[in-house]
């Protein structure tokens, strides 16, 4: 994808982001911050737990979020997991949204790419962000909040990248796996081009994976392709949905689908 291409998304992304959250009132929820050792900053942590939540002692699942900031996309969907259990579409769970410092630097990869590196002054920091998760806020929910087993992670754009990085990566830290239009171009769409591969050399079970495309070009097709991959794997070990939606934009496909993909991942 061409840089200018891409950064035009990114640029519409975050306009509809913003203008959208003004009419997405913010749920009550908790906020508490974590002095990374892995990122080395203090990192801002958005908390939502469902009605009653105090008063019943059940051990939930947690869903985590990126781009989990108050004024990105934490309200948003707060509002439709509190929506859904209510209609009784899925059982209760938690969100952890986590905001954002340096999108860009975190939510990417290596790459071999020059365009890639233009994006921002620091990319390739979704290992040390994938580390921070894992063993710092995980173990921090865990402590704080009454959870089970059951872990989940939701994201668009490049959070669907670091998403499917993680699922290629480490594909047991997490259960279910939402993204919406990652950005699979990154590093020569080095993901899908060595997918394949990578699924033969790990071990797992019982693993959802959600994609949704909109008609965006280079991105629509790299996303089929990598769902035809994972549907390839036994269905016992790992379950993947795809959905395109062609009336959707890189701009509207997270909203459009999100219902979708969160009943199907955690009814």
């Known amino acids: 994808m061409?840089?200018?291409?891409?950064?035009?998304?990114?640029?519409?992304?975050?306009?509809v982001n913003v203008f959208a959250q003004q009419s997405?009132?913010?749920?009550?929820?908790?906020?508490?911050?974590?002095?990374?050792?892995?990122?080395?900053?203090?990192?801002?942590i958005n908390v939502w737990t469902p009605e009653n939540y105090i008063s019943n002692n059940t051990a939930l699942p947690v869903l985590y979020m990126l781009d989990g900031g108050i004024n990105e996309d934490f309200p948003h969907v707060a509002n439709t997991i509190k929506k859904l259990i209510k209609e009784n579409k899925i059982s209760p769970?938690?969100?952890?949204?986590?905001?954002?410092?340096?999108?860009?630097?975190?939510?990417?990869?290596?790459?071999?790419?020059?365009?890639?590196?233009?994006?921002a002054p620091v990319v390739g920091g979704?290992?040390?962000?994938?580390?921070?998760?894992?063993?710092?806020?995980?173990?921090?929910?865990?402590?704080?909040?009454?959870?089970?087993n059951t872990k989940s992670i939701i994201g668009e754009?490049?959070?669907?990248?670091?998403?499917?990085?993680?699922?290629l990566s480490d594909p047991n830290l997490f259960d279910n796996y939402i993204t919406f239009d990652p950005s699979l171009w990154w590093n020569n769409h080095f993901l899908v081009t060595n997918a394949k591969a990578i699924l033969a050399n790990?071990?797992?079970?019982?693993?959802?994976?959600?994609?949704?495309?909109?008609?965006?070009?280079?991105?629509?097709?790299?996303?089929?392709?990598?769902?035809?991959?994972?549907?390839?794997?036994?269905?016992?070990?790992?379950?993947?949905?795809?959905?395109?939606?062609p009336t959707q934009t890189h701009a509207t496909i997270f909203k459009a689908t999100k219902e979708e993909a969160i009943i199907w991942c955690l009814q």
């Open 2 to 15: 061409k840089l200018i291409t891409l950064l035009s998304y990114i640029f519409v992304v975050s306009i």
């Open 24 to 44: 997405d009132s913010i749920p009550l929820h908790q906020t508490f911050t974590i002095q990374s050792k892995y990122v080395n900053e203090l990192r801002t």
């Open 93 to 119: 769970l938690i969100l952890v949204g986590i905001e954002n410092t340096q999108r860009r630097r975190d939510l990417t990869g290596f790459t071999t790419n020059i365009e890639d590196k233009k994006i």
């Open 126 to 148: 979704a290992q040390n962000f994938r580390a921070f998760i894992k063993e710092e806020l995980i173990a921090i929910i865990q402590k704080k909040y009454n959870t089970n």
């Open 157 to 167: 754009s490049l959070a669907g990248l670091f998403i499917i990085e993680t699922f």
């Open 202 to 245: 790990n071990t797992f079970t019982n693993k959802r994976v959600f994609i949704a495309a909109s008609n965006t070009k280079d991105i629509k097709q790299y996303t089929k392709k990598l769902a035809n991959i994972f549907q390839s794997i036994s269905q016992i070990n790992l379950q993947c949905k795809y959905v395109y939606a």
